[in-house]
């Protein structure tokens, strides 16, 4: 979805306005999601794709920030290595 400022959303729900991102973008998702998150004035979400096992470490590092920092971000993890 393209929001009033250019950028672009990759999903908007009812809820949410979330950012997709491989498990190596993870510090990045985080900005980009709060970002939409004002703009559509919906929760932020972040869908983190970890392909193998060693991007669990970025799954780690993203919800160890949110957590430290109060963040109001949901997380989900998909693909072969995700839960």
Known sequence: MVL???TRCDCVT???AIEFDFGSGWAESIGQGLHYS?????KAG?????E???DRKYWIRLNTTIEH???PIETWAVGNAAY
């Open 4 to 6: 009033p400022d250019k």
């Open 14 to 16: 009812d809820t949410h």
């Open 38 to 42: 004002s703009m559509t004035k919906k």
């Open 46 to 50: 972040i869908v983190l794709i970890l």
């Open 52 to 54: 193998t096992m060693k």
């Open 69 to 71: 920092f109060n963040l």
